[in-house]
Nanobody, 115 residues
């Protein structure tokens, strides 16, 4: 069992930056994949970025070169640095932990990119 709590969302202008953080209730050392997903109104939830326990990363094409995912096993946190934000990045962002048994999700944090 692991609880995930996201923070760092908010309103930002196009071209701006935000950093999302996800704090886990227990060690994430043995959790194979940690990731960030997002869901915009009327759309399906989609993968934004993921990182394995050995640091291998994967990004959606739409965010490559703009977003960076970080994992700190010592602090049990996963972060998402988002730069050059666009209006189409507006969504609720969810932290995800993939274990051998099941997936765990945070409650989500809203990111709105608007002028």
């Amino acid at each position: 069992q692991v609880q995930l709590v996201e923070s760092g969302g908010g309103l930002v202008q196009p071209g701006g930056s935000l950093r999302l953080s996800c704090a886990a209730s227990r060690s994430i050392f043995r959790i194979n994949v940690m990731g960030w997903y997002r869901q915009a109104p009327g759309k399906e939830r989609e993968l934004v970025a993921s990182i394995t326990s050995i640091g291998t990363t994967n990004y959606a094409d739409s965010v490559k070169g703009r977003f960076t995912i970080f994992r700190d096993n010592a602090k049990n946190t996963v972060s998402l640095q988002m730069n050059s934000l666009k209006p189409e990045d507006t969504a609720v962002y969810y932290c995800n932990a993939q274990t051998a048994v099941r997936d765990y999700w945070g409650q989500g944090t809203q990111v709105t990119v608007s002028s």
